[in-house]
């Protein structure tokens, strides 16, 4: 055993003697290599950092790594199997990323950090049944509507655009919702749509629900 | 009691083709040709009629048929889709007709504040329709018809 007062001042010393090595060796000029293939190098370890970063990113935003979880996979995902964003004459699905991840980059970091707090819920097993699921339901569906109208359902519109939409070929009480309302920019995708791809939460106190 | 093995075999014969002749019988109509005993293949899915124009009433106290598609409204514990759209307070958002008086009267007359538990199903009594030939044609007579029938111009 050490008396901390003893080692400390070395130990301190050592850091520090070995910090202003680093950078001495760091601001002084290269005597190996030339500056260009220094730029090289940097440029290469740039790409195989970002590439990964990227990578990560990919991995991450796929369907397979969502329904990784059993949180995930037994309630949501079961629940999306059966609606029209999962198999439709088209043939065109939405997974989960296409609804719950922005495309666009920044927004991505932004919800990656989010989803930092996901680990957290899984590791101490805030909805890892699905009676705890169902109970927290409201709470999580609460933060994607708010999302959804924060960010004018840019994501549904990733796939719907409201300009390529033919009413003539809608149905009746569709073409007439949207014309009053969408095209008209009072409503939103979410505020007529919710619970398209999974099951509702508990409902009262939703705005026009009851 | 004993049977010569010459009628047996005839009485076995005339019960195996009346069976038989039986069973071509019940297999027509809703069942297709496929025999009583197995199971014939689906009929394809029709698709619901989504005109959403209002179909008439057979009698006063029918529940309307439902002239849209309903697939995937959610109707438990948690929400009713439909009330989203038929409810007092949605219809002139909605345009759709509100639920009438009787949805909110309970089993004494009694008329509540909210839909009665007991209409909260909307399901239960209202059905949309699909777009195909009804395989059992139907031979209803509405009572205009009838009255039309035992006093023609008749007021109704």
């Known amino acids: 055993m050490s008396v901390a007062g003893e080692t400390k001042p070395t130990k301190f010393a050592r850091v520090r003697g070995f910090v202003v090595d680093l950078w001495y060796v760091l601001i002084r000029p290269s005597s190996v290599f030339g500056l260009g293939v220094l730029v090289l190098a940097g440029f290469v370890a740039g790409v195989i950092f970002w590439g990964g970063f990227n990578t990560a990113l990919e991995i991450t935003n796929t369907e397979k790594f969502c329904t990784g979880c059993h949180e995930m996979r037994d309630n949501v995902f079961a629940e999306l199997k059966t609606t029209i964003h999962f198999s439709n004459r088209s043939g065109v699905r939405a997974s989960c990323p296409d609804c719950h991840v922005p495309h666009n980059w920044t927004d991505k970091i932004a919800r990656k950090m989010q989803a930092s707090k996901e680990v957290w819920g899984h590791l101490f097993g805030t909805i890892d049944t ?79 629900w009851q | ?132 030939t009804p395989p059992v044609t139907n031979d209803f007579v509405d009572i205009d018809s009838m009255l039309n029938k035992a006093t023609p111009g008749g007021r109704r």
């Open chain 1, 130 to 208: 699905r009676d705890k699921f169902r109970d927290h339901r409201q709470e999580l569906a609460l933060h994607e509507w708010a999302r959804f109208k924060a960010n004018d359902s840019l994501e549904c519109r990733n796939c719907h655009s409201a300009q390529s939409m033919d009413i003539t070929k809608q149905s009746p009480r569709a073409s007439v919702a949207h014309q009053r309302f969408l095209f008209t920019g009072d409503k939103t995708c979410i505020d007529c749509h919710k619970g398209i791809a999974h099951q509702l939460p508990d409902m009262r106190g939703v705005p026009g």
């Open chain 2, 1 to 132: 009691m004993t049977f010569s093995p010459r009628i047996l075999a005839v009485a076995t014969i005339l019960v195996a083709l009346s069976t038989s002749l039986l069973a071509q019988q019940v297999s027509t109509g809703l069942r297709g040709p496929t025999p009583l005993n197995e199971v014939g293949p689906a009929a394809p899915m029709t698709p619901l009629k989504n005109t959403a124009e209002k179909e008439v009433r057979n009698y006063p106290e029918q529940p309307p048929v439902i002239p849209h598609s309903i697939e995937g409204y959610q109707i438990d514990m948690n929400g009713n889709k439909c009330l989203s759209c038929h409810a007092r307070a949605r219809i002139a958002e909605s345009l759709a007709p509100m639920i009438s008086i009787t949805h909110f009267m309970d089993r004494d007359g009694q008329f509540l504040a909210t839909v009665s538990p007991r209409r909260f199903f909307c399901t239960e009594c209202h059905v949309p329709q699909h777009t195909t």
